[in-house]
């Protein structure tokens, strides 16, 4: 379920390597706003982490922002400034944080436990 959770940010092709001089764009439509083309299949929460990623952070760190600031774009970066030299900022969401931030409950039902 983590990963259907992921996926609302769409495809991610962002190199996390901290020598990388600039981001790839999460999703190619994005690059097609500057020739003028429509931006078809994006959706907000991958517009939203496209404009992180391209202000420098990295995917999963800009993920967990708009995870943890209710997907506003403008409290995510906030936080990502306010949060640039916390040792634990990468540090994963567990479950519970998960569950609180996305009103969603990741607990297994039964049918899966009994797989």
């Known amino acids: 379920q983590i990963q259907n959770i992921m996926s609302l940010f769409g495809e991610t092709r962002v190199s996390e390597s901290p020598q990388a001089p600039r981001p790839t764009p999460v999703n190619q439509d994005l690059q097609n706003r500057d020739n003028g083309q429509p931006e078809s299949n994006i959706t907000p929460q991958q517009a939203d982490l496209n404009i992180l990623v391209e202000a420098g952070f990295p995917v999963l760190r800009a993920q967990k922002a708009l995870i943890l600031n209710r997907m506003d774009v403008n ?21 519970e944080e998960l569950q609180r931030h996305l009103g969603i409950d990741l607990t297994p039902s039964e049918e899966i436990k009994n797989c």
Do not use: C, G, R, Y
């Not at 409290?75 to 634990?88: C, S, Y």
């Open 75 to 95: 409290l995510a970066m906030e936080w990502l400034v306010d949060h640039i030299d916390d040792p634990n900022v990468d540090a994963p969401l567990t479950e």
